[in-house]
């Protein structure tokens, strides 16, 4: 057995085996800590089909017993199907993590926008017993909760698959669907939405009302998430990458865009959430600022990409 662990690790075709060979095969690639999947159709490979991590039997030409005793049942008795599978899932665990990617990142600016918000009014008006007029109404966070989380995360979750969604290598089977990648990404994302939400309600001139500077962090934050759904795509490949390929993406965008502008233009709705119209180069300097979140991201691949790239050179030598 000690061997046959060693075989096992260099050794990719065996001739005349038979089922008891397959169920001392199976064991010696789990104890190399390998994820194995086994093909069988007859009853002898009942056992080994059990043993594996994925048993996969054969529905045409396979017996009740290994169906029975297997995880998956190959209808078509065709090994492609098992390649087409494996690229399903993986599209479907990375559309999971772009709906992650974006919600968390949205919600924790939000959060952080109105703590930070808190604590530098507090500071301001000289601590406890003043009243704070923080940058966003409640009103106005369950807005922008009602059209950046919809849409466009459902959109997300039906992206078109990566390029090299099937070169790169298997997950390891113990990884968080939350890396801690993905933990710096959303800490990223997060703070910059943040900082450029605040620098346009606290820089805003001393003559802008504070229906106006609402009305501009509160635009502002809206934009930050739709680029942020831009950059929520992919962890490493550009956003300008197939920029355009989710046509439900660019949908959602622009529905919640054009919701945004009715909301500011109707002016029983402006009553309703405390906002005002905005001028072309008040949109101007909200698009401006938001946009910032996606050349952060961009930064951050680029950055991804080179050390990716040169981690094998550096293995090498």
Same mark, same amino acid.
């Given at each position: 057995?000690?061997?046959?662990?060693?075989?096992?690790?260099?050794?990719?075709?065996?001739?005349?085996?038979?089922?008891?060979?397959?169920?001392?095969?199976?064991?010696?690639?789990?104890?190399?800590?390998?994820?194995?999947?086994?093909?069988?159709?007859?009853?002898?490979?009942?056992?080994?089909?059990?043993?594996?991590?994925?048993?996969?039997?054969?529905?045409?030409?396979?017996?009740?017993?290994?169906?029975?005793?297997?995880?998956?049942?190959?209808?078509?008795?065709?090994?492609?199907?098992?390649?087409?599978?494996?690229?399903?899932?993986?599209?479907?665990?990375?559309?999971?993590?772009?709906?992650?990617?974006?919600?968390?990142? %949205?919600?924790?600016?939000?959060? $952080?926008? #109105? &703590?930070?918000?808190?604590?530098? =009014? @507090?500071? +301001?008006?000289?601590?406890?017993?003043?009243?704070?007029?923080?940058?966003?109404?409640?009103?106005?966070?369950?807005?922008?909760?009602?059209?950046?989380?919809?849409?466009?995360?459902?959109?997300?979750?039906?992206?078109?698959?990566?390029?090299?969604?099937?070169?790169?290598?298997?997950?390891?089977?113990?990884?968080?669907?939350?890396?801690?990648?993905?933990?710096?990404?959303?800490?990223?994302?997060?703070?910059?939405?943040?900082?450029?939400?605040?620098?346009?309600?606290?820089?805003?001139?001393?003559?802008?009302?504070?229906?106006?500077?609402? %009305?501009?962090?509160?635009?502002? $934050?809206? #934009? &930050?998430?739709?680029?942020?759904? =831009? @950059?929520? +795509?992919?962890?490493?490949?550009?956003?300008?990458?197939?920029?355009?390929?989710?046509?439900?993406?660019?949908?959602?965008?622009?529905?919640?865009?054009?919701?945004?502008?009715?909301?500011?233009?109707?002016?029983?709705?402006?009553?309703?959430?405390?906002?005002?119209?905005?001028?072309?180069?008040?949109?101007?300097?909200?698009?401006?600022?938001?946009?910032?979140?996606?050349?952060?991201?961009?930064?951050?691949?680029?950055?991804?990409?080179?050390?990716?790239?040169?981690?094998?050179?550096?293995?090498?030598?």
């Amino acid at each position: 057995d000690a061997d046959l662990r060693q075989a096992v690790r260099t050794t990719e075709v065996y001739a005349r085996v038979n089922p008891e060979h397959k169920l001392r095969i199976v064991p010696a690639l789990q104890q190399n800590h390998e994820v194995v999947a086994m093909t069988g159709d007859g009853v002898n490979d009942a056992p080994a089909l059990k043993a594996a991590h994925i048993g996969i039997a054969m529905g045409i030409t396979g017996t009740d017993v290994s169906k029975e005793a297997a995880d998956l049942v190959l209808t078509d008795d065709n090994f492609s199907t098992i390649v087409a599978a494996v690229e399903e899932g993986r599209i479907v665990f990375d559309n999971i993590q772009k709906f992650l990617r974006y919600l968390l990142a %949205t919600n924790l600016g939000e959060v $952080l926008t #109105l &703590f930070l918000s808190a604590v530098i =009014l @507090s500071f +301001r008006n000289g601590g406890v017993g003043h009243s704070l007029v923080l940058p966003l109404t409640a009103a106005q966070i369950l807005w922008i909760n009602l059209v950046t989380d919809g849409a466009p995360a459902l959109a997300l979750g039906v992206d078109s698959a990566s390029p090299d969604v099937m070169r790169r290598a298997p997950r390891r089977p113990n990884d968080s669907i939350i890396s801690r990648q993905m933990l710096g990404d959303l800490l990223l994302v997060a703070t910059t939405m943040t900082v450029g939400t605040l620098l346009i309600f606290f820089m805003a001139p001393i003559s802008a009302s504070i229906l106006h500077k609402r %009305t501009m962090a509160f635009t502002t $934050l809206i #934009l &930050f998430q739709l680029f942020n759904a =831009l @950059s929520a +795509r992919s962890d490493s490949d550009s956003a300008f990458r197939d920029m355009f390929s989710n046509h439900w993406l660019w949908g959602s965008i622009l529905l919640s865009v054009g919701l945004q502008a009715i909301l500011l233009n109707l002016p029983y709705l402006q009553l309703a959430f405390g906002i005002v119209s905005l001028s072309r180069s008040d949109w101007i300097l909200c698009v401006s600022v938001a946009s910032s979140v996606l050349w952060v991201s961009e930064v951050a691949k680029y950055v991804r990409r080179r050390a990716a790239r040169s981690e094998p050179q550096m293995q090498t030598a």
